[in-house]
């Protein structure tokens, strides 16, 4: 009597939520501004702004914007304004900071404003290794967006997941 395999994994209601699957196409570029500052340490009005209007902006049409100065120069928060007020014609979008900073920003964005409807009363598993630079944090947001409505939320894959959180009956 031979045994019939089956994948158990395949019949079960378990469903995946990959990160992956929601990553926002489109260019990422880091804005340094030290460059526009005097000996890369001093932020002088008059000459700040002479770089910011001689920038070409269109450069960051339909790009994702990460704003930083990577000198130890205090940046005072409206110079981060102004030139956000010349990205925001072009860029997808603008945050301060770095890249993971960005996506995050990105992530939240999404997430907050998806339709998770489908993984109601269901056990879910957040695919865990990805390809594209999914941060850190958008998993946390995973967590706080399917946790409330999910049966179970697991972390993984499926052949070798962990439990994080079970619904108490």
Request: glycine share 4%.
């Amino acid at each position: 009597m031979e045994k019939e395999i089956v994948n158990r994994v395949a019949k079960s209601q378990l469903m995946t939520f990959d990160l992956e699957d929601y990553y926002p196409k489109g260019e990422r570029r880091v804005l340094d501004i030290k460059d526009w500052l005097y000996e890369g340490l001093i932020l002088r009005e008059k000459e700040f702004r002479t770089h910011v209007e001689a920038q070409d902006w269109t450069a960051y049409q339909d790009v994702y914007v990460a704003l930083t100065c990577s000198s130890d120069a205090i940046i005072p928060g409206w110079a981060y304004m102004l030139v956000t007020s010349k990205l925001l014609p072009y860029a997808k979008k603008v945050v301060v900071g770095d890249l993971e900073d960005l996506e995050t920003a990105l992530y939240q964005t999404l997430l907050e404003n998806l339709d998770v409807s489908e993984f109601t009363d269901k056990p879910v598993i957040i695919k865990g290794c990805s390809h594209k630079p999914v941060p850190e944090n958008a998993y946390l947001m995973a967590m706080a967006k399917l946790q409330p409505i999910a049966k179970s939320v697991m972390y993984g894959e499926a052949c070798s997941s962990v439990p994080l959180y079970k619904r108490k009956k």
